[in-house]
């Protein structure tokens, strides 16, 4: 069928009670029985992927909104990275988050020299740990 459609196979039949959403285009999107479950609680229109597989989906810059509605109503999705086949889990998102507050409300201009380098090493390892 497709390739988007065997990964999303291969990622439930490793678990079903997960909910995969992949990235297409400027989309995020759910798969098959994913997408049909996911279009009734959130109210998204089903469309056809293929004539055999629908799908439903929101813009990527409504990532956020929808990976709180997901946390909230405690589901399990995992994002699915196309272009490299990575995985990411909800939870890694979170922490991707913070780490990016954390850096962002940093006031680089009160910064000495040396903790300026402090703080690189430490965006350093807790990067490294993320990846």
């Known amino acids: 069928m497709s390739k988007l459609f065997d990964k999303y196979n291969e990622l439930k039949k490793a678990n079903p009670n997960?909910?995969?959403l992949f990235q297409s285009g400027i989309f995020y999107i759910?798969?098959?029985n994913d997408a049909k479950f996911m279009s009734n609680i959130l109210q998204?229109?089903?469309?056809?992927?293929t004539p055999e597989l629908v799908k439903c989906?929101?813009?990527?810059?409504?990532?956020?909104?929808?990976?709180?509605?997901f946390k909230t109503?405690?589901?399990?999705?995992?994002?699915?990275?196309?272009?490299t086949n990575n995985k990411s889990s909800f939870s890694n998102q979170i922490?991707?988050?913070?780490?990016?507050?954390?850096?962002?409300?940093?006031?680089?201009?009160?910064?000495?020299v040396s903790e300026a380098y402090s703080f690189i090493n430490k965006i350093k390892a807790q990067a490294n740990i993320l990846l």
Do not use: H, Q, W
């Not at 998204?44 to 992927?49: A, D, E, G, V």
């Not at 922490?95 to 000495?112: C, D, Q, R």
């Open 44 to 49: 998204l229109k089903l469309t056809n992927f």
């Open 30 to 32: 759910f798969l098959d």
């Open 73 to 83: 109503l405690n589901y399990d999705v995992e994002i699915v990275n196309n272009s």
């Open 18 to 20: 997960k909910y995969y």
């Open 95 to 112: 922490e991707v988050e913070k780490f990016i507050k954390e850096i962002a409300n940093v006031n680089t201009n009160l910064l000495s």
């Open 57 to 69: 989906g929101f813009p990527i810059n409504s990532l956020n909104k929808y990976m709180n509605i």
